[in-house]
């Protein structure tokens, strides 16, 4: 199947950024919707952006349009998030997810088929 690693997490003081990146392995050779996603201590894990197979379509929710910025590298089999203009409500485990496609298209949130283990983000005030 499709193993899916994050890393980049770390802790930042409030305006401060970081570049998350997933990395995928195994059978990487399908088109693939991959997205974001974030969960605080106690809360659902909620999406927070996307991005087409082919990269061309973004999708993000409204907390973070215009601060972060999702893109992909598939000869590298690599999505990454650049993390700008941080907030301590940013404060979460980021996981990244992937979900096999048949078209390319982006879309907002949505169940992955494949789960990253999560990175930390941590933001101070």
């Known amino acids: 199947q499709v193993r899916l690693v994050e890393s980049g997490g770390g802790l930042v003081q409030a305006g401060g950024s970081l570049r998350l990146s997933c990395t995928a392995s195994g059978r990487t050779r399908s088109s693939y919707l991959m997205g974001w996603f974030s969960q605080a201590p106690g809360e659902e894990r909620t999406f927070v952006s996307a991005?087409?197979?082919?990269?061309?379509?973004?999708y993000y929710t409204n907390s973070v349009k215009g601060r972060f910025t999702i893109s992909r590298d598939n000869a590298n089999n690599t999505v990454y998030f650049q993390m700008n203009s941080l907030k301590p409500e940013d404060t979460a485990v980021y996981y990244c997810?992937?979900?096999?496609?048949?078209?390319?298209?982006?879309?907002?949130?949505?169940?992955?088929?494949?789960w990253g283990q999560g990175t930390q983000v941590t933001v101070s005030s």
């Open positions: 991005i087409s197979w082919s990269g061309t379509k973004t």
């Open positions: 997810g992937a979900l096999r496609v048949s078209t390319d298209y982006v879309v907002g949130p949505f169940a992955p088929d494949y």
